[in-house]
């Protein structure tokens, strides 16, 4: 059964830091493109990063490049998002999702996390 499962979230101070995991069994991660979104309340879906399959390319949204770094590790079958300098607009549902070898901006993604909560407040 093909799952994948974010952990990581919690309550930050504005300036601080979380490292967000996103955990893939029933498939192997480094075959497909895995992508970072985030929902906040009131707002629509947004797309905050991306890791390709082809070439391990990194792409990343204008409101986070600088602050956010996704990577992977194949021997744990994990993505990771590190999020620095983290603002209160970074308060959202952060969701992990897989789709084919190239990395997309759309919603077109085969399978989806459950989600984690990110809250950044004093």
């Known amino acids: 059964q093909v799952q994948l499962v974010e952990s990581g979230g919690g309550l930050v101070q504005p300036g601080g830091s979380l490292r967000l995991s996103c955990a893939a069994s029933?498939?192997?991660?480094?075959?497909?493109?895995i992508g970072w979104f985030r929902h906040a309340s009131g707002q629509e879906r947004e797309g905050v990063s991306c890791?390709?399959?082809?070439?391990?390319?990194?792409y990343y949204a204008d409101s986070v490049k600088g602050r956010f770094t996704i990577s992977r590790d194949n021997a744990k079958n994990t993505v990771y998002l590190q999020m620095n300098s983290l603002k209160p607009e970074d308060t959202a549902v952060y969701y992990c999702a897989s789709r084919g070898r190239k990395c997309s901006w759309s919603f077109s993604y085969d399978y989806w996390g459950q989600g984690t909560q990110v809250t950044v407040s004093s």
């Open positions: 029933g498939f192997t991660l480094v075959h497909y493109a």
């Open positions: 890791i390709s399959s082809s070439d391990g390319s990194t």
